[in-house]
């Protein structure tokens, strides 16, 4: 059977490394270990293994080690801490825009790139306290299931190094699963927490559409990206997303819905106890395509929380069935849109620059070069969908089967807490396997991406090793919009009772 040899080492022989995020928490702020100690093992862990792992695009250990000494400087005056999460680094997904490091979102396009700004949610990890050690590999762009399409070569699942970590936020995941950091961010479009999060035996959870501000966010698909934190633990996420959640001026799609309580339910979910909670099970999922010790783990997680009080009941969410197609049509029209604005003109790379080329060739030379194959496949099929003659067609019927999906989830709603299903059809695939099929690489996202589109909450929580192939399988939990508290009860009771 596989194990993670990489973070097994780490717990046995590291007594930072092998700590959750709230206990580092609550050894630094009782100054039994200082913020700095905890950073320097965390960026030593980083030197001694991510030549393996890939997770990392870029180490910011000086301005870590600076934000790090900051909290120990302000403990050490007897003030109280910034967060609950204090001194505890993390690791950042290369699509928020910060000061002090690049911001490449992994494409050529941008190599080297240094934003003018932070990203409100990279402001509000700092006013918090938390170090960030670097940013993390991703699938350019954000497109994609296994970053793979990295311009910076592939991230390694550490369970497996020939396999993926899942995409596009698998640099975040295999640095939570290898040890190289206790806190992670990431974004999800169609499932790019969770489903790293799957695969590498990790916690991701994507909040509520418009919880965690976008200002910031590189674009891939406006309606559809939601930035959100991943842990190794329930209880380290919550605290995470405490952080990062809330109403920013500056974000346009940002709600002033009252953020859920997500700690505390975390926290009374730690009992194990499911007594009183409806937990559907979606009949759309029960179908062909799912590797046999997925199906296992997920049927036995389902018997878990059955025999912990939850009553099971069987939803039916008829238009689930059409939710890849909607999805990978309106994904690709706002990526059209979205990533026009990389043209050589304003900043980047720029090619042909050498004036014997007019502006029209220098930006088609740009981005001919400066982005990979599937960026440009999402951009061709996406312009192909929103041109004259065709939007009513693909564009305005895919958002119409959107609403059906949502109306879907809040019949759902109307008779269960949560819903739940596998996060992923299989455990994590080779590096490379599904590369000449785009089709089969897309229908990896079956179980998750129908929350992007009804902007829905969900969670990804390890649910045991898949007998076949010895790997992590993931159980998503999903919510109602603004109900991330219940992702957290639930999780944490799982948790608790599937070790």
């Known amino acids: 059977m596989t ?61 870590a080690l600076a934000a790090a000494k900051a909290v120990d400087e302000s403990l050490d005056r007897g003030e109280a801490p910034a967060s609950a999460l204090a001194g505890v680094p993390l ?6 825009t910060t000061v002090d490091a690049p911001t490449t979102c992994a494409s050529k396009i941008l190599e080297g790139y240094m934003s003018p700004y932070d990203a409100t949610v990279t402001r509000k990890l700092r006013e918090a306290g938390i170090p960030i050690l670097g940013k993390t590999n991703m699938d350019e762009f954000a497109m994609g299931s296994s970053t793979e399409n990295s311009a910076y070569g592939p991230t390694h ?17 295999a640095a939570l699963a290898s040890a190289m950091a206790p806190l992670a961010i990431g974004t999800d479009t169609g499932g790019s927490i969770r489903q790293p999060a799957a695969l590498t035996n990790t916690v991701g959870v994507k909040p509520t559409y418009g919880t965690v501000s976008r200002q910031g966010l590189v674009a891939c698909a406006s309606s559809l ?66 590797q046999d010790g997925v199906l296992e783990q997920f049927r036995a997680s389902v018997d878990a929380m059955r025999e912990a009080g939850a009553e099971i009941v069987e939803v039916d969410c008829p238009n689930f069935d059409h939710a890849l197609s909607a999805y990978y049509l309106i994904l690709p029209c706002e990526v059209s849109s979205n990533l026009a604005r990389f043209d050589g003109m304003r900043y980047g790379m720029r090619e042909d620059d050498d004036g ?12 001919a070069a400066g982005f990979g194959d599937e960026v440009k496949r999402r951009i061709i099929i996406g312009t192909y969908a929103l041109s ?20 879907d989830f809040d019949k759902a709603f109307e008779q269960v807490d949560v819903l739940v299903s596998p996060t992923t059809p299989t455990t994590a695939f080779k590096l490379g396997e599904k590369n000449d099929d785009p089709l089969a690489m897309y229908m990896f996202d079956l179980c998750t991406l129908p929350l992007n589109l009804a902007g829905m909450c969900g969670m990804s929580v390890p649910s045991g090793l898949a007998s076949d192939t010895g790997l992590p ?11 991330d508290d219940r992702l957290y009860r639930v999780g944490a009771a799982f948790e608790k009772i599937r070790g």
């Open 3 to 63: 194990d993670n040899k990489y973070l097994a080492s780490a717990v046995a022989d590291d007594a930072i490394l092998g700590l959750t995020a709230a206990e580092l928490a609550e050894k630094i702020h009782s100054r039994e270990l200082t913020s700095v100690e905890v950073t320097e093992a965390f960026l030593a862990r980083i030197a001694d293994v991510d030549g393996d792992v890939n997770a990392f695009l870029h180490v910011g250990g000086e301005e």
């Open 91 to 96: 690791a950042l997904k290369d699509t928020f």
């Open 157 to 173: 699942n550490p369970w497996d190094l020939d396999r993926t970590p899942g995409g596009s936020g698998g640099g975040s995941s």
């Open 225 to 290: 990206d939601q930035g959100g934190p991943t842990a190794r633990t329930v209880l380290d996420t919550a605290l995470l997303h405490e952080v990062i959640a809330g109403h920013d001026e500056g974000d346009s799609t940002s709600t002033k819905h009252d953020i859920a309580d997500v700690v505390t339910a975390a926290r009374e979910g730690s009992s194990g106890d499911l007594t009183g909670v409806k937990v559907g099970v979606v009949k759309q999922f029960d179908r062909e395509g799912y």
């Open 356 to 367: 014997e080329h007019s502006a029209d060739q220098v930006m088609a030379a740009t981005r």
């Open 388 to 407: 004259v003659g065709y939007y009513d067609a693909y564009y305005i019927q895919a958002q119409r089967v959107r609403t059906l999906i949502q109306q």
């Open 473 to 483: 399988t993931g159980l998503q939990i999903m919510g109602p919009r603004h109900g």
